[in-house]
């Protein structure tokens, strides 16, 4: 009888493990990921693609072109590049714009869907220009708008594989009269004619010169100076470069020894230590390239920097001072540099973390009448989110309060008004103001998410975009009287 109960009992014991393991390997199951490809949009959440490395096959760059209609009403005002025309994201040449709007907030004068990004517009004679990607034929689209309008005027396409990682497309094109350039997600480089969408040349920073893909693509927005396009390519045999704008000819190239690779940083033009110099944050380092005289593409300095996601660009503060800053964690640096003899020094000044000072994540702050504005990052504890005003020595003037955050938006400084747009595409108007933080006006203006992308003004109109739209909305005085 014993042995019968001891029998059964170690029967029901090997059954309650037996159920107790299933039961985990179930829960296991079920905790894991689905099999299928479904990507939450959460920054930083996601990582490099599998084949991110990118330059395993050759593009056709110059790929095919699509005319559909002839510009009809070239309106005033531009936007050429990032940051606008003095690379520090004020507009000075727009008309007065409205301090408050209609009760349905401003008009939209017109929309277009796109691929989901947030590569932001430039604005010239007339046209809109901006980077796209293609889906369906699994390709970059470089895209012409008219201003006054929105109808679409022309695009050229060009073949390559982009999977989805936080969106694909995220830069903002270069245009003059001339030129217009464009940074794929892959790190391809065209230029073309802006009125006829003609191909000048391209480059494959990664077949042609080694680069490495950064982590959520490129982010890397081209610059045109004087006809010449600066590129970081940060490849083993050009840490930066510069091609003739019309011919694609390369003019000089960056020795890179250190190593230091592509960020997702963009190439600003400071003039520091009397020196007209091309400024970057590469990964590993901060470093400063000759843009003038016998010495251009020559390396004059460089500070170390350990920050890994690195997106705003460097903003300068006077004649020998530049700030950086990066999300992450990471903070900012105040740098400055200066000349000894024909040798160069730079040194930090100072280096802050989100918590202790005045940091950005996506976007690059503004400097007016020498304060910095800025968005705060996400990990800048209680201040997180919010629109804030620092001296440039990091010492805090205000903040917009646990009230007003605006996540990881973009914000430009026009008509001594700023306009901040939040991630969920609620548009905020602000006084620029030394002394605290006063808002004018909100509306929402659009209803997608992620809307991340550089906001662009030519004239009355401001151009913004979210994750898959991009619209067009009248600032101006009249277009926002009250009935």
């Known amino acids: 009888m014993f042995f019968r109960v001891l029998q059964q009992c170690t029967k029901l014991i090997i059954l309650t493990v037996s159920l107790s393991v299933s039961g985990c390997l179930l829960y296991g199951w079920m905790a894991q990921p689905p099999a299928v490809n479904i990507t939450v949009s959460m920054p930083g959440g996601d990582g490099r693609p599998e084949g991110a490395s990118g330059g395993e096959k050759a593009t ?7 005319h559909y209609a002839e510009l009809e009403n070239r309106l005033p005002g531009s936007w050429t590049r990032f940051r606008g025309e003095k690379f520090d994201n004020i507009c000075r040449d727009c008309p007065p714009l409205a301090s408050r709007w209609r009760e349905e907030g401003p008009p939209e004068l017109w929309a277009v869907d796109l691929g989901e990004g947030y590569a932001a517009p430039v604005v010239h004679d007339g046209r809109v220009y901006v980077l796209d990607y293609d889906e369906e034929r699994h390709g970059d689209l470089v ?7 929105g109808q679409e005027l022309w695009q050229r396409f060009y073949e390559v594989s982009v999977k989805r990682n936080h969106g694909m497309s995220r830069t903002v094109p270069a245009v003059t009269d001339s030129l217009l350039v464009t940074i794929g997600p892959r790190c391809h480089v065209l ?11 391209g480059i494959d920073l990664q077949q042609e010169f ?24 940060g490849g083993p045999e050009a840490l930066m470069l510069s091609v003739d704008g019309m011919s694609g000819e390369v003019l000089w190239k960056t020795p890179n020894p250190q190593n230091r690779e592509m960020s997702h940083s963009s190439v600003m033009p400071l ?24 010495k251009r593409g020559e390396l004059l300095w460089e500070v170390p920097w350990k920050a890994r996601v690195i997106a705003p660009s460097a903003v300068q503060v006077d004649e020998e001072r530049f700030l950086v800053t990066a999300g992450y964690g990471e903070g900012s640096l105040m740098i400055r540099v200066q000349q000894h003899g024909g040798k160069y020094e730079a040194e930090v000044l100072y280096a802050v973390t989100p918590k202790e000072g005045i940091a950005c994540e996506q976007q ?8 910095l504005y800025t968005v705060m990052p996400k990990d800048a504890a209680a201040l997180r989110e919010q629109f804030a005003c620092y001296n440039a020595d990091g010492t805090l003037v205000w903040s917009s309060g646990s009230e007003n955050r605006f996540g990881l938006g973009p914000f430009i400084l026009a008509d001594d ?10 548009l905020t108007m ?14 929402r203006v659009l209803n997608g998410n992620d809307a991340w992308g550089p906001i662009a003004i030519a004239g009355t109109r401001m151009l913004l975009r979210d994750s898959k739209k991009l619209i067009c909305l009248d600032m101006g005085v009249e277009a926002n009287k009250r009935g």
């Not at 006084?431 to 004018?440: G, M, N, P, Q, V």
């Open 60 to 66: 056709d760059l110059k790929g095919v072109f699509v």
């Open 143 to 149: 895209r012409c708008f008219s201003l006054d309008t």
């Open 191 to 201: 230029c073309l004619d802006p009125q006829t969408g003609d191909y000048r040349w």
């Open 210 to 233: 080694g680069a490495t893909e950064p982590l959520w693509y490129t982010g890397q927005c081209p610059l045109i100076d004087d006809g010449v396009v600066v590129l970081a390519a």
């Open 271 to 294: 003039h520091l230590a009397g020196t007209a110099t091309y400024v970057y944050s590469a990964l590993g380092a901060v470093v400063g390239v000759a843009a003038e005289g016998e």
């Open 364 to 371: 690059t702050p503004v400097l007016s009448e020498g304060l």
């Open 417 to 426: 008004k700023f306009f901040i747009l939040s991630d969920d595409g609620v």
């Open 430 to 443: 602000a006084a620029l103001s030394k002394e605290k933080f006063e808002r004018l006006d909100s509306r």
